[in-house]
């Protein structure tokens, strides 16, 4: 059995767990949603097979989202050590979440674009990858704004500023973090492994 098959099943138990005793069943909604449309875009474009490794980002990212879906952003326990690096009272779960929102992207963008060979030269796929992961985030931000101007009060947990005026900045910046990472850290061992898919 494939990995992706696989990591589909554990995707699906996972969801039915945060679902179970969320905390908001409104918010979790919202908040794994996210999930559900990276099944479908998964299943739409499955011609196109990325390498285990993206494939175990992936799932990674859907368990942060279900974790913060099932307790909602503001309240998952045991965060406690971010705020040390924040140095705020605040929950600051959001901020691991917005982290991956760019981690997963970046790496999902930078294999399309290898494989399709759609960039040429290694300094414009990253600046065309950090570009992509910072336009995703900002217009998640968007999406978190329209939805808490619609919903009220039920959407403010969504939104999860807990009374931060930095949050959006922050947000996209954790982002902007999480891209730099993946591309960093992850692009000799990516590129390996996408020599071994061809």
């Keep these: 059995m494939k990995l992706k098959f696989i990591l589909l099943i554990l995707t699906i138990v996972a969801i039915v767990i945060s679902y179970i005793g969320a905390t908001e069943p409104f918010t979790w909604w919202l908040e794994a949603f996210p ?4 099944i479908l875009m998964l299943f739409i474009f499955r011609k196109f097979e990325f390498t285990d490794f993206v494939y175990i980002i992936i799932f990674i990212h859907f368990l942060i989202l279900l974790l ?10 045991g965060v406690d050590w971010i705020n040390k690096i924040f140095g ?3 929950n600051n779960y959001d901020k691991i ?4 929102q760019g981690f997963s992207p970046a790496l999902i963008v930078r294999e399309i674009l290898v494989r399709k060979n759609v960039i040429n030269g290694k300094k414009w796929l990253f600046f065309v990858v950090i570009s992509i992961v910072l336009a995703i985030s900002a ?7 329209q939805i808490s101007l619609f919903s009220g009060e039920a959407g403010d947990n969504f939104l999860g500023t807990q009374g931060y005026i930095w949050d959006t900045q922050t947000d996209i910046f954790m982002a902007l973090i999480g891209g730099l990472s993946a591309l960093i850290f992850c692009s000799n061992i990516h590129d390996k492994l996408i020599n071994l898919k061809k």
């Design 68 to 77: 913060g879906a099932h307790y909602t952003y503001a309240k998952v326990p």
């Design 35 to 38: 999930v559900f449309a990276g």
């Design 97 to 100: 979440g917005h982290f991956i």
């Design 139 to 145: 217009f998640y931000e968007l999406i978190e704004w």
């Design 88 to 90: 705020r009272e605040r």
